[in-house]
């Protein structure tokens, strides 16, 4: 017997009064997170917060993990925009100036973004954010060593080693280090950690890197 093929289902786009939902939930969390932290948040929590029923945030989010994997994008998103910035190609006289415009950029989105210090530095626990952390910092190590090649001749670098998202990640973890100590990041630990992010990059980078005559086209996307 012959079966008429039915017409594939097209994902559709959230509509506005979902997206409109989802970004009150988020935020609801993020106050959250800023307030009480990573292990007091719940369904519960956050649905009162954002004065929504709990079947509401279940509806977009099954799990608090899944919903913090969803801020954890949030917060990558910011982090790329950092790296996408535009640089005053001018104003570099070697790569370690490079380096700091961009620690200190990090530095500020962590000192304004709660859930960027709660959910990338604080000891959660939570290995599904881990997991998706881990993903998201292979991404910013390609786009930090596409800027640093940008600006200078970089040398060869190893194939078996994301030298530049381990950088970041080694940074990541004074910083870290810092909340769990201080509960915060201090002006001298924020300064440990840009010297062990030039530490570990200069095992492969000389010191005096040639600097382009102007920076190379930034890439779409």
Same mark, same amino acid.
């Given at each position: %017997?012959?079966?008429?093929?039915?017409?594939?289902?097209?994902?559709?786009?959230?509509?506005?009064?979902?997206?409109?939902?989802?970004?009150?939930?988020?935020?609801?969390?993020?106050?959250?997170?800023?307030?009480?932290?990573?292990?007091?948040?719940?369904?519960?929590?956050?649905?009162?917060?954002?004065?929504?029923?709990?079947?509401?945030?279940?509806?977009?989010?099954?799990?608090?993990?899944?919903?913090?994997?969803?801020?954890?994008?949030?917060?990558?998103?910011?982090?790329?925009?950092?790296?996408?910035?535009?640089?005053?190609?001018?104003?570099?006289?070697?790569?370690?100036?490079?380096?700091?415009?961009?620690?200190?950029?990090? %530095?500020?989105?962590?000192?304004?973004?709660?859930?960027?210090?709660?959910?990338?530095?604080?000891?959660?626990?939570?290995?599904?954010?881990?997991?998706?952390?881990?993903?998201?910092?292979?991404?910013?190590?390609?786009?930090?060593?596409?800027?640093?090649?940008?600006?200078?001749?970089?040398?060869?670098?190893?194939?078996?080693?994301?030298?530049?998202?381990?950088?970041?990640?080694?940074?990541?973890?004074?910083?870290?280090?810092?909340?769990?100590?201080?509960?915060?990041?201090?002006?001298?630990?924020?300064?440990?950690?840009?010297?062990?992010?030039?530490?570990?990059?200069?095992?492969?980078?000389?010191?005096?890197? &040639?600097?382009?005559?102007?920076?190379? &086209?930034?890439?779409?996307?």
């Amino acid at each position: %017997m012959t079966r008429l093929a039915t017409p594939r289902a097209t994902p559709r786009k959230p509509r506005a009064r979902s997206q409109g939902r989802i970004d009150s939930i988020l935020a609801a969390a993020r106050t959250l997170l800023a307030t009480q932290g990573v292990a007091s948040l719940s369904i519960y929590s956050v649905a009162e917060r954002a004065d929504i029923p709990p079947s509401s945030v279940y509806h977009f989010f099954a799990s608090v993990p899944a919903l913090l994997q969803a801020l954890t994008e949030d917060v990558h998103g910011a982090f790329r925009a950092c790296l996408q910035a535009p640089i005053d190609h001018d104003a570099l006289l070697t790569w370690r100036d490079l380096s700091r415009v961009v620690e200190q950029r990090m %530095m500020t989105l962590y000192s304004e973004d709660a859930a960027a210090r709660q959910l990338i530095l604080a000891q959660h626990g939570l290995t599904e954010v881990t997991q998706a952390d881990r993903q998201h910092d292979l991404e910013l190590g390609q786009l930090l060593h596409a800027l640093f090649a940008r600006h200078f001749e970089l040398p060869v670098l190893p194939q078996d080693v994301d030298v530049f998202a381990l950088a970041m990640e080694l940074g990541d973890r004074v910083y870290a280090r810092s909340i769990q100590l201080h509960d915060s990041i201090t002006p001298r630990m924020a300064e440990e950690g840009l010297r062990v992010v030039d530490a570990y990059l200069g095992l492969y980078l000389p010191p005096f890197l &040639p600097k382009r005559q102007c920076p190379h &086209p930034q890439r779409e996307g």
